[in-house]
């Protein structure tokens, strides 16, 4: 476990360094994803230690947000002002971009019957 | 009492000093949220990271707590962000040999959810007259929060705010996701996942894994690609608008 946390830091660490000398306006964490994945691929399989600490990781992402969300404390006064529009927009923008999406590939991609499907 | 022991304000002065509190009320909220998740056969309002949030905020609410003290002992959760970030290679190389034939349209569909995102959300604040630092932080929030972030600090967006309302997306997409994608009659799995992933990142693509896990591996997909592309777009589309 702490051979595959080791490799995943020396990536976002590598990814870090990369942004800040050379690609300011990337942040590091998207380069350190870019280097690991050219990594997997060069190498064809995914290690079995950063397998296991990468995707326990994955499997909590959702704990990792929750820091940063309570932030909304700080901004309870503008938002509360704002509630109204606020809610609107996450509401409108969330629906049209889920379908936009879907529906783009929906009409793009080619029917495969082979696809797993929705009930 | 006895006098050698210290007073019980005293004590409490070190834990709300310490980061201790603040990791253990995280985690703790996280893990409340996770088994209504799981008692409620994993309904989509019964969200784990909105029922975490909600309850860190009554918490810090009632015990007085700001927001700067809290996020001095959490940052510790905070910071594994970035290492999840990286760790979304994972997925995304897990999924590689499927994509072939496929990355054309993913890649058209993703640019059309993310514009879609952009516009109807700045549009929506636009229209109701509401603050302009409300629309900025906008900008970002179908991007994945670490990378939303990061972003908003290059537009000059508050990354908290952007962080809130990337979170919120998350959270409404995932409880809405099953009914938009039955409303539009999107059936197969990879779509409904991509789809989720993009709109709703982290959160969409925990809610996709749990339903079915090649909706699960196609979010996850959507929501890497979108953190990549999206931080290189966006900075550049807000320079030239």
Known sequence: MIHGLFQL??????GELVSRFLVPFIPGPVIGLVLLLAFLLARGAVPRNIDAVGSGILQHLGLLFVPASVGVLMFWPLLRANAGAVIAALVVSVVATIAVTALTLRLLARDNPEDERAP | ?????????????????????????????????????????????????????????LVLI????????????????????????????????KGWASLKGRVGVLLLALLAGGATSIVTAVGVLQLAGADEALALGMVAKSVTAPIAMGVAEQIQASP???????????????????????????????????????ASHGIGTSRAFSIHPQAG??????MGLHGVLGAVLIPMLMAWV
């Open chain 2, 62 to 93: 009632a015990i007085d707590m700001p927001y700067d003290t809290y996020i001095d002992g959490a940052q510790f959760v905070h910071f594994l962000l970035g290492t999840a970030t990286v760790s979304l290679a994972i997925p995304i190389y």
């Open chain 1, 9 to 14: 830091l020396l990536f976002q660490a590598a």
């Open chain 2, 1 to 57: 009492m006895r006098p050698d022991l210290p007073a019980i304000h005293e004590i409490w002065v070190y834990l709300a000093a310490s980061p201790l509190l603040a990791l253990t009320v995280t985690l703790g909220a996280y893990a409340l949220g996770t088994s209504v998740y799981e008692r409620t056969n994993r309904h989509p309002l019964a969200n784990p990271v909105l029922i975490a949030v909600s309850v860190v905020s």
């Open chain 2, 217 to 222: 591996a196609y979010a996850s997909l959507g």
């Open chain 2, 160 to 198: 908290t705010l952007t962080a809130v309302f990337a979170v919120s997306t998350g959270i409404l997409g995932a409880v809405l996701g099953r009914f938009i994608l039955n409303g539009a009659r999107v059936k197969p799995w990879w779509q409904r996942g991509f789809a989720l992933g993009v």
